[in-house]
């Protein structure tokens, strides 16, 4: 190689690092060296200044990086979207993220290392509080679904790096045959929480008013300031969300994006390595890599083919009868028929009576949160994004033997 070029090279490198490293912040906000992503982890160490200025800039998030964790402070451009819950399964309910918030609360007072049953004790201390009992959430330890829920909150906990195994087994302390000893790493647990302000001192009632409440920023002042509030407004939305479909911006957005789409799509592409696909409807950001994609489709399993077919069944619906929502009791019954004809390769359980709820209610969820549809009461909507799992019958041209 000549001298000439060696350069290049090195910032070709460089470039790659850092979309590398952008990739994995938008998939994993919190990157530590054991996990998820260790390699990402050192890049985006490697990086941090340029990557601090570069989210700062483009969407307003801010970007935290030590020896122990790097983490981006992103706030999300819908509130509302309820798709971005715990990773687990069965997924979280209300009083299990109670018990997450609980553990979190005792594990600011813990020692470097704590057992299961410790932390099972402070919780149920902190849960005795009668405010939440005046809430609706109670927690007594007295059956093994609600120790089910410990351990469930315990393995977010070691998912997300806070605490580290040692030693034990939770599902002994599930039968109550044993415990697990955790070492606490401190500075994941307080990278954890990236509100501007503590929930406690939240007044507001409703969940839509709490959610603002909590994510407020300063407002701008002046035309600049508030032309760059639009433009991390739209970043947010392309970066974070599958889709971003014209109808749900606000007016201002619509005219900033009319005038300024190009240099807002050019600078996130070129930053990130992603696909820009511009629509009549809308914007995706598609991530050829899938390094920055938590949910995708298709996926493999009963779960994945029934959710792909039901996204053709649907995006048949959009072709032939756009603006039309179909019943949720119709998809069921489609799910059902689905089932028998492919019951050789799907899960044995698949065509039990009452099997296609679950099927169909996961499929939605799915299909839900990657933009394609939209949940309306029993009633599914399905978006224009859909149109890419249409199938049209094949066209046989040219000559035939």
């Not at 005038?259 to 050829?288: F, K, N, S, Y």
């Amino acid at each position: 190689m000549s001298g000439d070029r060696l350069p290049d090279v090195l910032d070709q490198q460089r470039d790659d690092e850092r979309r590398r490293a952008i990739r994995a912040l938008l998939r994993h906000p919190m990157l530590t060296p054991d996990g998820p992503d260790p390699q990402a982890f050192g890049l985006a160490r490697k990086h941090a200044s340029w990557l601090g200025d570069w989210f700062g800039n483009q969407a307003g998030w801010t970007l935290r990086a030590d020896h122990a964790v790097v983490r981006l402070r992103k706030i999300p451009g819908q509130l509302a979207d309820g798709s971005r819950g715990a990773d687990a399964k069965p997924p979280f309910g209300r009083r299990r993220y109670v018990l997450t918030c609980l553990a979190l609360a005792a594990l600011e007072r813990a020692e470097a290392q704590v057992t299961l049953g410790w932390l099972v004790e402070r919780v149920v201390a902190l849960a005795a509080d009668p405010a939440l009992a005046a809430a609706g959430v109670t927690f007594s330890l007295d059956s093994r679904e609600e120790r089910g829920d410990l351990v469930a909150v315990a393995r977010l906990l070691l998912g997300a790096g806070v605490l580290a195994k040692v030693a034990g087994d939770e599902q002994a302390f599930v039968s109550q045959s044993g415990d697990a000893l955790y070492d606490v790493n401190r500075r994941v647990l307080a990278a954890l929480l990236i509100t501007g302000r503590g929930a406690s001192t939240v007044t507001e009632t409703g969940i839509d008013q709490r959610l603002a409440a909590l994510t407020a920023e300063p407002r701008p002042e002046t035309e600049d300031a508030r032309n760059r509030e639009i433009r991390h407004r739209l970043a947010r939305r392309l970066l974070d969300d599958p889709v971003l479909y014209l109808d749900d911006l606000a007016e201002d957005e619509r005219a900033y994006l009319a005038g300024q789409r190009g240099l807002l799509l050019r600078r996130l592409t070129e930053a990130t390595g992603l696909v820009a696909e511009v629509r009549a409807e809308g914007i995706a950001l598609l991530d050829p890599t899938g390094e920055a994609t938590d949910l995708g489709m298709p996926e493999e399993g009963t779960d994945g083919h029934a959710t792909l077919l039901l996204a053709e069944y649907l995006a048949a619906v959009l072709r032939e009868r756009p603006g039309d929502a179909v019943p949720v009791s119709v998809l069921r019954g489609h799910i059902a028929a689905l089932a028998q004809r492919h019951k050789s390769h799907w899960r044995k359980h698949a065509t039990d009576p009452g099997a296609e709820r679950e099927l169909t209610a996961g499929a939605i969820a799915r299909l839900a949160a990657l933009g394609l549809v939209r949940v309306t009461g029993q009633d599914v909507l399905p978006m224009p994004a859909l149109a890419r799992y249409g199938y049209a019958e094949p066209t046989i041209s040219g000559s035939t033997p």
